[in-house]
């Protein structure tokens, strides 16, 4: 059973910077980590894309969901381990390089599965629905773990029966002792069995190291 349960969409910019987070943290006390998908489209299939939303937020949200199926059959057919060195490439590519269109034409996603050594022929998954049952199954458990009304990422501690909840939503992944401290606060703030919501609306652009 893994210690934390991350779920994620990758053309999520808070759920990128979060899991920089996570990484780092992994690399001051490493833990055992379960990269589950939260798919965008999914969360807003009831939604005027039109009317509440920007412009491109639609396409956006759909590439997000044709690139968790190529994940979720990464995981099928190499195992969860393969999940996160994906996410990492998928991440850079969209958020670090700008370069998110890229995955609208198969050779996208082929370059990302080739650099990390996976076959290939496992990006063909982007246009087929055979994962969605697996992606929507996801996508509701973390919907259900938080009472709803949630974006990316969701985290889960000691799941699946421990605290769960939407974020933390940061603007810049802190490094070595500062994300500890930074981990130690959220697991003890999740952990409350009394506590609901700590919020406020401003918050800084992303800042993605490089």
């Known amino acids: 059973m893994a210690d934390v349960e991350f779920f994620w969409d990758p053309v999520c910019p808070w759920a990128w910077i979060t899991s920089r987070w996570v990484v780092n ?83 996208g996603v082929e370059r990302v599965l080739n650099e990390l050594g996976y076959p290939v022929g496992l990006g063909a998954t982007a246009t087929s629905t055979e994962h969605d049952d697996l992606i929507a199954s996801e996508t509701q458990e973390a919907l259900d773990r938080c009472g709803g009304n949630i974006g990316t990422p969701v985290l889960s501690f000691s799941p699946p029966d421990g605290p769960s909840f939407f974020g933390p939503v940061i603007n810049r992944a802190p490094k070595g002792q500062e994300a500890v401290d930074l981990w130690d606060a959220v697991l003890a703030l999740g952990s409350n069995p009394n506590f609901s919501e700590l919020k406020r609306s401003t918050r800084g652009r992303p800042q993605f190291d490089s």
Do not use: S
């Open 25 to 107: 943290v992994l690399e001051e006390q490493p833990m055992d980590v379960d990269w589950r998908f939260i798919c965008l489209r999914m969360v807003n299939k009831d939604r005027d894309y039109e009317k509440d939303f920007k412009p491109g937020y639609e396409r956006g949200h759909t590439r997000g969901l044709e690139l968790l199926r190529v994940a979720a059959a990464v995981r099928a057919e190499l195992g969860p381990d393969a999940v996160l060195p994906l996410y990492t490439v998928l991440g850079r590519t969209i958020h670090l390089e700008q370069n998110a269109v890229c995955f609208d034409e198969p050779a």
